[in-house]
């Protein structure tokens, strides 16, 4: 697939099925042409949004303790489940199985993934797996929450009882992020989150007078797209905001997995859970917005989110690097009220793209 071969009017029906809401009535691949246009574009979007998570568990030093079992559940084109493995490496993960409720999509992400990855067990997850009480090493979940009916998330459920590593990545919306966060709570007594909260205490946003906020950051699209022909067309047929990626996400790590493979240091999730005097561990949700001498940032922390400010007096050079920062954003401060008077950078001074304030529709 290529930009001179795509079929544009399959995307225009895609984009409307998502945009509608009409996506979550059933399969909606007719064609492998559907799958392999919706790969190649859409998919690639959510493709970029898992690279964005697992940069940043490479930035924890994080990788599963075991991955013998991949299972993507919903896979569509498997793009998710192949970014895992890249992720991982294929010599360390014997299987990689593949759910979905449309065969057309299990035939292409199977033929993606065994073309990937002519070594690895790549095969449809059979009705025995999907009812039995085995572990699943890694569970994979992507772009599923706004599709699901009361079977499917009622299957998920008893899924993700048996799943002893789970990476989940969903888009950045308003309404999909807070019902991630939803999600969050109910599998805090199996689970311990090892990103993106910097702690483990019920989550700040749904706190009374917070219904507005909602838990997302920025993915960072690959140098040279924005001056990519094809995907300027794409973006500007789909109405897509080319410069940024909004998603949300979980990784979390069953307890039991913890208790004999304990996570790195570097893991902020696994630091205290109260902050230690006055400092605490942070993250930025969203974007800082910057204003002349100061930035807001909103904020959590284990004592809850927070819109903050930091003057330019402050932190001269971290105020700087705020103004394009990518990357997970977490920081080691303290505040005084709603001021953060003292900052480290988490892990070292961010890097610096250009970025954007815009949330654009998501993919």
Known sequence: ?????????????????????????????HTITDLECYDFTFGERIGWKWDAVLSELKLHGWTPPRAAIILDWGCGSGVAGRRVVDFI???????????????????????????????????RASTRFLRCTEPIDVLVISHVLNELNEIARAELAELLTRAQTVLWVEPGTHEVSRLLGTWREKLKPRFRAIAPCPHQDACGIFAAGNERHWCHFFA???????????????????????????????????????????????????????????????????????????????????????????????????????????????????????RVVAVTPYFGQPPTTESTDTEPPAA
């Open 220 to 338: 960072t699209p690959p140098h040279g797209v924005q001056a990519d022909s094809g995907w300027v067309r794409f973006g500007q047929r789909a109405g897509i905001d080319l410069r940024s990626l909004p998603y949300s996400f979980l990784v979390l790590e069953a307890r039991a997995a913890l208790a004999t493979t304990p996570p790195p240091e570097q893991s902020p999730a696994e630091q205290p859970a109260r902050p230690t005097g006055a400092s605490q561990l942070a993250r930025i949700i969203g974007e800082p917005r910057h204003y002349k001498g100061y930035v807001k940032m909103f904020a959590c922390a284990p004592d809850g989110v927070a819109d903050l400010m930091l003057q330019i007096r402050e932190a001269p050079q971290i105020f700087k690097a705020l103004k394009r920062a990518d990357g997970p954003l977490i920081y080691r401060w303290t505040r005084q009220a709603d």
């Open 1 to 29: 697939m290529d930009w001179a071969s795509l079929d544009w009017e399959v995307l225009d029906n895609l984009r409307e099925k998502f945009l509608s809401g009409s996506a979550a009535e059933g399969p909606y691949w």
């Open 89 to 123: 490496g294929a010599a360390d993960s014997p299987r990689l199985l593949l759910h979905d409720h449309s065969n057309l999509a299990l035939d292409f992400a199977e033929h993606r993934g065994r073309a990937a990855y002519p070594h690895l067990l790549v095969e």
